[in-house]
């Protein structure tokens, strides 16, 4: 049997991508709150400070990106084999606009990859063809509705230091 590649794609592994967004997410906290302080400009420096934050962690996310080819016999995830027969089952769902998430589940671990969405319909094939289950598991609701747990922890420390600044403003003037 002939090796052939059916795609490559460029993706982002998806604990890399949490460990990222929650490394920077007390730095962006710290962000809003010296914002807050401004009381004329404040709306204005919430849209261009934390905005330009925002897209420095996007850009840093960019740069963790991964190469994945999918081979007849086998998947290449960033330099990492994984042989077909020992993948067990799969599942693809769609949580954001422009990427997919494909969740492996292997012999031995499962893996998470965030992966361009225009390659859906070649991957769901290349599984099919490979005869390999489509599962999907508790866990998958995670993967898919996860990255919404960041905007309400935002929304939940923007609360809080709204309160500590309405406790400080008023603390400081008594």
Not at 65 to 77: E, G, K, L, M, Y
Not at 89 to 114: C, G, M
Request: charged share 20%.
């Amino acid at each position: 049997m002939r090796n052939y590649t059916i795609c490559v794609t460029k993706g982002y592994n998806h604990k890399t991508v949490l460990k990222i967004v929650y490394y920077w997410l007390p730095v962006f906290a710290f962000i809003i709150l010296v914002c807050s302080y401004f009381d004329k400009y404040r709306y204005t420096l919430y849209v261009t400070v934390v905005g330009s934050t925002y897209g420095f962690i996007l850009n840093k996310l960019k740069k963790r990106v991964i190469h994945i080819a999918f081979c007849n016999d086998r998947i290449i995830i960033d330099k990492n084999e994984i042989p077909i027969s020992h993948i067990k089952e799969y599942h693809i769902s769609v949580p954001l606009n422009d990427l997919i998430i494909l969740r492996l589940k292997t012999s031995n671990k499962t893996q998470a990859i965030y992966i361009v969405k225009e390659k859906h319909e070649i991957i769901d094939h290349f599984f099919k063809d490979a005869h390999i289950p489509n599962r999907k598991k508790f866990n998958d609701y995670y993967l898919q509705y996860g990255h919404l747990i960041l905007p309400f922890a935002l929304l939940l420390i923007c609360a809080v230091i709204n309160q500590l600044y309405k406790y400080l403003l008023y603390a400081y003037e008594c």
